[in-house]
């Protein structure tokens, strides 16, 4: 025992260490705890948006006509092509103004994309929204019905049938949600082919007259496009020789902007994204899944590793019911076949 | 010792401290990719900030904005506002005045004051059609300053809405106007005249190239043709050029080139003033808009983005990127004077090699959101 401490004085001592570590301790805690529940207000709404938006889960309607139609393609095997990690996604995009009820929107675009993670590509495919085909619950019709009838799971569980294909996830958005994302990530960089002009454009955004016309003038060349204007470049079809497949075209241009722009993203900006798109996006992806493709898609950075396709003639002809597309099933598949596994 | 009263005080605002300060921290840590852009003319200019001769003309967000001394001056309210382009004498702006249906023509005074509306394309009121009404864009004067071009968008026939280029008195009405170009159906049609010294034009003219995509060429005219063959093309359709700009000694056009893809290069070429040199790209890896050479011949302006992605800022490369100044003369041996030498020669010094400098892009403003769809005009 040194000298000139006494028994007492020394537990005292002790005492006091023992208080100001506790003290020190505690303070740390509560730091620590207060901290996480900062975080937690900060990323709980958009984590709950997220929770609702993702992870939907697959599930089709009944066709409204369920008389089978015998014209239905014989849906080939996929060919097997070991490709480790790829992945195949339908990207859906509807009109879901106040012109349809919330049910029963059509999808304007449909595009097949592939992911190939070891060899960096991407390979995406527009399917013509006017195709006549079989649905997968039966009768047929134009492609773009078939999330009408059976919302995203009718969709996916049509192309898989028609097109031989498997589909690993979807995304659906609505014509709101485009725009909104775009404006979230603070617009996109786009070469607009040519001039979009378009005096019947539907204005069907923010108005509450939706079966009226507006006029659109998306000007052509390099230009930095809000999602207002970059959903007019996509969506107007009119002037176009091409129609629906030229729009299909700009669709991929945008869509290939927006991902080039969502390298940019940080994860602090998920919050306003996600307030930003509130119910205007859905995805049957969980979220650790989108969570593990955002910093993936960053490395996608050739330009020539991305394949962009249309179908054109000979994939199909016009003069189908309705106005309708006919496809030419041997020409689709053997295309489809070479690129969606 | 702290009072437990004490303590417990202390570490409940150290909660609060913490859990708000996490919050703004998190808050705070946005990238900025979503960041609103200023206005021109809220930014300060450095002292030793890049100046570019002469007065430039640019818009952004439906206002006109002058660029001089390396301070900008916001000419018009934001109020759709764009494309301003000069008379050839400088004394006035043409602008477009673009609302939600229609875009017209004005003449403005250089600080941005209405003189004169030149084109009316509101149509009636009573008409709710929305086809009945017209864009007018690209105004540009011949070097006479009497006769307007411009690209606009009659005939139009039903959801088919080609713009053809039209020439009509700066001092008349569109009823005077001529139409000089024959367009191709659902293409978006022709765009952007260049009225040149010897009374053509060059323009870009859309179509569906070879693989069915929509493509721009530079085309040249000489005279009005609505109908049948109006000129010749001047760049292949696949190369997909447009935005010409004319030098101010008129021999060298500047244009962007995609290749149809996501992705511009700016290209410039011998003009002789029928025909076009071969041309050669200077800029190869930006999203570039709008060349436009300087008055004075010291570069070409543009605008291309910032950062990818993001929104369109001015940018100049000086002349020297692609003129550079001829090599100084190689040194010819001259005979010292006084006789031959018989003692012995020093070996000559290795000359130092040449090394051409790599003239850069110099980036002039920093977050701008310029409107890439508008040319520069530039006063000298």
Not at chain 1, 111 to 118: A, G, H, S
Not at chain 1, 131 to 146: E, M, R, T
Not at chain 2, 103 to 126: C, E, H, P
Request: glycine share 10%; net charge neutral.
């Amino acid at each position: 025992m040194p000298l000139g401490i006494k028994p007492g004085r020394r537990a005292r001592a002790s005492r006091r260490r023992l208080s100001i570590v506790r003290t020190a301790a505690l303070a740390i805690f509560a730091i620590g705890l207060s901290a996480m529940a900062g975080s937690l207000a900060y990323y709980l709404p958009s984590a709950k948006l997220a929770w609702d938006a993702t992870g939907q889960v697959i599930t089709s309607a009944p066709s409204p006509s369920p008389s089978p139609i015998s014209t239905a393609p014989s849906s080939p095997s996929p060919v097997p092509i070991y490709q480790p990690g790829a992945f195949t996604v339908l990207l859906l995009g509807s009109d879901d103004d106040s012109k349809f009820s919330a049910d029963h929107v059509l999808t304007q675009s449909m595009i097949l994309v592939r992911v190939i993670p070891t060899t960096k590509q991407v390979i995406m495919l527009s399917i013509p929204r006017d195709l006549y085909v079989p649905f997968w619950a039966g009768g047929s019709g134009k492609i773009d019905g078939a999330y009408s009838y059976g919302q995203a799971g009718g969709a996916v569980a049509t192309v898989e049938q028609d097109f031989g294909v498997h589909i690993d996830e979807y995304i659906w958005i609505g014509l709101l949600g485009l725009i909104k994302l775009i404006d979230a990530i603070g617009g996109v960089d786009v070469v607009t082919s040519n001039p979009v002009i378009d005096d019947y454009y539907p204005q069907d955004i923010y108005d509450p007259y939706p079966y009226d016309f507006q006029r659109v003038a998306v000007l052509a060349g390099p230009q930095h496009l809000d999602g207002i204007h970059a959903m007019q470049y996509v969506r107007s079809r009119h002037n176009d020789l091409q129609s629906d497949i030229g729009r299909s075209k700009r669709q991929q241009q945008v869509l290939l902007a927006i991902r080039q722009k969502a390298k940019q993203v940080s994860s602090t900006d998920v919050p306003s994204i996600a307030a930003a798109l509130g119910g205007e996006i859905k995805t049957s992806m969980g979220l650790s899944r989108v969570a593990q493709l955002i910093p993936f898609a960053a490395t996608f950075d050739n330009p020539d590793a991305i394949t962009s396709m249309v179908m054109l003639p000979p994939l199909w002809h016009g003069g189908g019911p309705g106005g309708s597309l006919t496809p030419n099933w041997p020409e689709i598949l053997a295309l489809v076949r070479q690129y969606f596994p | 010792m702290i009072s437990r009263f004490l303590l417990g005080i202390g570490l409940v605002a150290l909660m609060l401290v913490a859990s708000f300060g996490t919050y703004t921290y998190l808050g705070g840590r946005h990238s900025k990719v979503a960041v609103v852009a200023q206005k021109p003319t809220a930014a300060t200019p450095r002292p030793s900030a890049f100046t570019l001769s002469g007065t430039l003309y640019l818009s952004q967000n439906g206002a006109i904005y002058s660029l001089s001394f390396g301070r900008f001056h916001q000419l018009t309210i934001e109020d759709g506002w764009t494309q301003p382009s000069l008379y050839p004498d400088g004394r006035y702006l043409l602008a477009v005045h673009r609302t939600y249906n229609y875009s017209d023509v004005y003449i403005l005074t250089r600080f941005g004051q209405k003189i004169q509306l030149v084109v009316n394309n509101a149509g009636s009121a009573n008409n709710s059609d929305t086809g009945s009404k017209h864009w007018s864009f690209y105004p540009r004067l011949a070097p006479d300053g009497a006769t307007m071009f411009m690209s606009y968008d009659e005939p139009k026939f039903g959801y088919d809405v080609p713009f053809s280029i039209w020439a009509m008195p700066v001092n008349g009405t569109i009823s005077q106007g001529r139409i000089w170009t024959n367009s191709i159906d659902y293409t978006g049609g022709d765009m952007q005249p260049v009225p040149l010294p010897n009374g053509g034009i060059i323009y870009t003219k859309y179509s569906y190239g070879p693989d069915g995509n929509l493509v721009g060429q530079i085309w040249h005219t000489t005279r009005a043709t609505p109908t049948g063959r109006e000129g010749e093309p001047l760049t292949d359709a696949t190369d997909d050029c447009s935005q010409p700009s004319l030098s101010p000694a008129g021999n060298a056009i500047a244009m962007i080139c995609t290749y149809e893809r996501q992705d511009t290069r700016l290209e410039i070429a011998y003009w002789s003033g029928s025909s076009m040199g071969p041309r050669r790209p200077l800029i190869i890896n930006q999203l570039v808009a709008q060349p436009t050479w300087a008055p004075d011949g010291s570069g070409i302006a543009y605008l291309a983005p910032g950062v990818p992605g993001g929104p369109f800022q001015l940018w100049f490369l000086p002349k020297n990127a692609y003129n550079p100044p001829p090599p100084s003369p190689t040194p010819v041996l001259t005979p010292t004077p006084g006789g031959p030498y018989h003692g012995t020669v020093p070996s000559p010094t290795q000359a130092p090699s040449v090394v051409a400098t790599l003239v850069k892009p110099i980036q002039v403003t920093m977050g701008d959101d310029f409107d890439a769809t508008s040319p520069l005009a530039w006063a000298p």
